[in-house]
């Protein structure tokens, strides 16, 4: 999988530049998103402008990973997909428990409002 990675303060915005993310990438899209939970900055924005077909496991894998970030409180959201790969992720019962917006500004608007909701609950502690 090729992704062209750009790091922001409070995120790393990670271009998918495949056009289909198959089954036999799995491994490769945990290798590639995975690592970024080690770094101070944890939180990632996955842009999907570029992909227009998705299987079955590499959206599961994905789905996978989301739930990995936020085990480990880091924001992991989804922008910029084509509409036919958000109808694949639909048939798939995926789209409701992704987070998903419409355009990369508003998923930074997600990262920075989850980054206040996680402060403010440490603080709570």
């Known amino acids: 999988m090729e992704v062209k990675i750009n790091t922001k303060e409070k995120f790393h915005v990670i271009t998918i530049l495949d056009e289909n993310l198959s089954a036999n990438m799995t491994a490769d899209i945990s290798n590639k998103l995975l690592p970024f939970l080690q770094n101070v900055v944890k939180n990632i924005v996955l842009k999907m402008e570029n992909v227009k077909q998705i299987d079955a496991p590499a959206a599961e894998t994905i789905a996978q990973v989301q ?3 936020y ?23 995926l789209l409701d428990i992704l987070n998903v917006t419409p355009s990369e500004s508003e998923a930074w608007d997600i990262v920075q409002m989850e980054e206040i909701e996680r402060e403010l609950l440490d603080g709570e502690g």
């Open 67 to 69: 739930q990995a970030y």
């Open 71 to 93: 085990e480990q409180s880091a924001s992991f959201v989804i922008c910029d997909l084509q509409t036919d790969v958000e109808a694949e992720l639909e048939k798939m019962e």
